[in-house]
């Protein structure tokens, strides 16, 4: 069946998935990222020399980056800002890595995409 225009935006293909984190005593929401929010997460991990038009990767608090990018409440509106990233960095590596796994997969982010982005 050839989709119309009008049937790609109305359909509803942002998903979410429940997530035990007892590290955190509960459990929390991760969504899929709409297509700009996938872009703006990307342009996080790359930085520009000062002075310079020459880039490198930014993976600093990258796993942390990622779970306030996807981590969401029953409407799909992120629990996060990027601004978090850092408090997020400093809770449990076992529980950012529980979540990270579960938005890569429900993004499409395998760790082949993840050292692209790297520049590997």
């Not at 035990?20 to 872009?39: I, K, N, Q, Y």
Request: glycine fraction near 8%; hydrophobic fraction near 40%; charge should be negative.
């Amino acid at each position: 069946m050839m989709l119309t225009r009008d049937a790609i935006l109305a359909a509803s293909d942002i998903r979410s998935e429940r997530v035990a984190v007892p590290e955190w005593g509960g459990e929390v929401l991760v969504g899929t990222m709409s297509g700009a929010a996938r872009d703006e997460w990307e342009q996080s991990l790359i930085t520009r020399r000062p002075g310079s038009t020459k880039t490198e990767p930014n993976l600093a608090n990258v796993r942390a980056r990622l779970v306030a990018a996807t981590v969401v409440d029953e409407n799909g509106a992120r629990l996060f800002s990027a601004e978090d990233a850092e408090a997020l960095g400093r809770k449990s590596s076992a529980a950012l890595e529980r979540v990270c796994k579960v938005a890569q997969r429900l993004n499409g982010l395998g760790d082949a995409d993840l050292e692209e982005l790297k520049g590997n």
